[in-house]
């Protein structure tokens, strides 16, 4: 059972705190998801795929919040976060457009999403365009998550959550470094 936090406790004012443990959760969702994926059935690995998707993208919203919340309370420590943050960035190019997809589908079956608007005032064609944001798949012999026009790579994806993880852990491990007292958070 897990220690009761006291009851003026509230995590407004540890937001830090809050950061690092949805992190760490998400991060272990996205492995845990990842895990199936690889080893389950195709119907499986189709839900574990979106899954994981939500988990990354849950992961970089915490991230989000740590480097927020740095910024007052230990400004030393934001630059390796953001590094940190890029790097993931980089290696997981278009998660968020992809979750987009996921989360706004009804809008990208009509051909009305985000970047498919755009593609539409360019001249492109509503069908064509609907149709080549709707497939869906984990391909086992790539390792890839396939949806619409992004890919991701569920092994590089995995390692770099772990790894954006630690530099939230990190950047909290400032903040107590920096001895902030708790009610001037």
Same mark, same amino acid.
């Given at each position: ?27 272990? !969702? $996205? =492995? /845990?998801t990842a895990?199936? &994926?690889?080893?389950?059935? %195709?119907?499986? #690995? ?15 919203? !915490? $991230? =989000? /919040?740590?480097?927020?919340? &740095?910024?007052?309370?230990? %400004?030393?420590? #934001? ?17 968020? =457009?992809?979750?987009?997809?996921l989360v ?82």
């Amino acid at each position: 059972m897990s220690p009761k936090p006291p009851n003026d406790w509230s995590p407004s004012d540890n937001l830090y705190a809050v950061a690092v443990s949805e992190t760490q959760r998400w991060t272990e !969702a $996205a =492995d /845990l998801t990842a895990q199936r &994926i690889r080893s389950g059935d %195709p119907f499986q #690995q189709q839900l574990d795929a979106r899954l994981f998707l939500l988990a990354l993208r849950q992961l970089l919203y !915490a $991230a =989000d /919040l740590q480097q927020d919340t &740095i910024e007052l309370l230990a %400004p030393n420590a #934001q630059e390796a976060l953001r590094a940190a943050r890029a790097d993931f960035d980089r290696a997981v190019p278009g998660l968020t =457009d992809a979750r987009n997809v996921l989360v706004h589908f009804a809008d990208y079956a009509r051909g009305a999403g985000r970047e498919q608007k755009k593609l539409i005032r360019q001249g492109a064609d509503l069908v064509a365009v609907a149709r080549n944001f709707w497939p869906f798949g984990y391909d086992p012999r790539t390792g890839k998550i396939n949806l619409g026009p992004y890919q991701i790579e569920v092994g590089s994806a995995c390692i770099h959550a772990k790894q954006l993880c630690m530099a939230v852990w990190m950047a909290a491990r400032a903040v107590d470094a920096y001895g902030v007292p708790e009610q001037e958070r």
